[in-house]
């Protein structure tokens, strides 16, 4: 849209409209995982000419209030070719914090020949974690049981764990 044209000195006249953006919290793959609304291509998904095999999920909470959780799990080539693997952790929060369904909250690359697995640790800063308090006006952790997902996609989330922070 064009804005009308001014004069010099005058402020140029702007179109009379509002914007309702309802949407909150659920943008992107928050939204199509809160409306459970399938995708051809989720967030995250990467085209490989091999596939990954996860196990071995860990997680640890640090020892102490702003310490990093520590998610932790084994990522193997399974396929014929070498490749690089996007290794994503996304955490659902506690019911009370009310958010959308789960958030990306780390992850890491890792290159492996045919047949090769590492194991990779994901360190998750805790500000990841937090939810906003407006009343506050101020970040906090929702006191409860998070659950730690691992894998290549949004949607293909092979491993999960659980932690409760406090």
């Known amino acids: 849209m064009v804005a009308a ?3 010099p000195g005058t402020t140029p006249a702007r179109p009379e409209y509002s914007v309702n953006y309802d949407e ?3 943008v992107g ?3 199509y995982d809160a409306e459970k609304k399938p995708v051809l291509f989720p967030f995250g998904y990467g085209l490989s000419y091999t596939s990954y095999q996860y196990s071995a999920l860990d997680v640890e909470r640090g020892g102490g ?3 990093k959780t520590a998610v932790r799990f084994t990522v193997r080539n399974i396929g014929d070719r070498a490749g690089a693997e996007i290794a994503q952790v996304y955490a659902t929060l506690p019911p009370s ?3 959308p369904p789960k958030r990306l909250v780390g ?7 045919p047949g090769e697995s ?3 640790t994901v360190e998750i800063d805790p500000t990841f974690l937090k939810v906003f308090d407006e009343h506050a006006n101020d970040w906090r952790l929702v006191p409860g ?3 730690f997902a691992v894998g290549g996609s949004s949607q293909n989330l092979v491993l999960k764990g659980a932690e409760t922070l406090r």
């Open 5 to 7: 044209p001014s004069t």
């Open 24 to 26: 909150g919290l659920k």
């Open 29 to 31: 793959y928050k939204w």
């Open 65 to 67: 209030a702003g310490t």
């Open 97 to 99: 914090a009310d958010e």
């Open 107 to 113: 992850w890491t690359k890792v290159h492996l020949e």
């Open 118 to 120: 590492r194991t990779v």
């Open 145 to 147: 049981e998070y659950v």
